[in-house]
């Protein structure tokens, strides 16, 4: 595998083409960010542990029978994965309230959701990622009806896996952005899933263990990233 031009640097990774033109490289940087990259700093070892955290999780996903674009570790910081036709869509599962849910509705932090809250938001910076639903996605083509049901499915899929592995670690998945991508007439789950990009809390003191720790300044950042590790039972070093 060739690593060849890079095809576009996001906020946290770059993603590289390779001589095989359905594969990429995905580099996990040590950038981090938060507000719509209005607050920024460089981590160290935060791209490292991010690339084996997200290859963790995607593989169990994959055993559990969720098509996922990622192929292989390829170093520390970067992984091949299947070039996908990315949907400007973000799909959120809340199981706990927390976040833009509480600052939209007006509701307090860590109430349970029964049922889970799921959420489509457009993925747009300059426009702070704003709330669309099913009709949105629809009137402005950016998925098919099919894709929109598949994207939920998936994501709920998602949930019951990983509800259920961060719970055996002492941990409460409150909730997670996923985004997904067309790759031969297929949608398959693409980008990541790392603290970057979920809430998890310990289940006991409820102590905040992943960005937010970034997003609220309270410090121990990959510290926290690299305790859930620990407690995954992923290898880091
Ligand atoms: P952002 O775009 O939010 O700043 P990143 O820094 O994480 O995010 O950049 C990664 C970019 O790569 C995102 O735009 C994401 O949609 C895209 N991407 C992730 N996985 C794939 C894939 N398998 N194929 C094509 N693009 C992908
Ligand atoms: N999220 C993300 N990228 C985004 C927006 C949200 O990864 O651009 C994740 C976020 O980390 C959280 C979940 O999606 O786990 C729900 O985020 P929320 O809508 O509460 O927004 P926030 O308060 O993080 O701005």
Not at 125 to 134: E, R, T, V, W
Not at 141 to 168: P, R, S
Not at 197 to 213: P, V
């Amino acid at each position: 595998m060739q690593k060849q031009q890079e095809l576009y640097s996001g906020k946290a990774k770059t993603v590289f083409t390779t001589d095989d033109p359905n594969r990429l490289i995905l580099e996990f940087r040590n950038d981090t960010s938060a507000f719509d990259g209005e607050k920024l700093a460089q981590l160290e070892r935060k791209g490292m542990v991010n690339n084996k955290f997200n290859a963790f999780i995607m593989q169990q996903l994959q055993q559990a029978g969720i098509a996922t674009h990622f192929e292989s570790l390829l170093s520390d910081q970067e992984s091949v994965v299947k070039k996908l036709a990315m949907l400007p869509i973000e799909c959120v599962v809340r199981n706990l309230s927390a976040g833009s849910l509480c600052r939209r509705l007006g509701v307090e932090e860590g109430q349970l959701l029964n049922p889970p809250v799921f959420e489509f938001f457009l993925k747009n910076d300059a426009l702070h990622d704003p709330l669309i639903n099913d009709y949105h996605i629809l009137a402005f083509n950016w998925a098919t009806a099919g894709e929109i049901e598949h994207m939920k499915q998936l994501t709920f899929a998602v949930n019951d896996v990983l509800k259920q592995l961060f719970e055996q670690a002492g941990l409460l998945l409150v909730d997670y952005k996923l985004e997904f991508g067309r790759f031969e007439g297929e949608l398959l789950l693409g980008d990541e899933f790392t603290p970057d990009g979920c809430r998890l809390w310990d289940a006991e003191t409820r102590d905040k263990l992943d960005k937010d720790r970034f997003r609220q300044g309270l410090g121990g950042v990959v510290e926290a990233y690299e305790e859930v590790a620990r407690r995954l039972g992923i290898a880091l070093a």
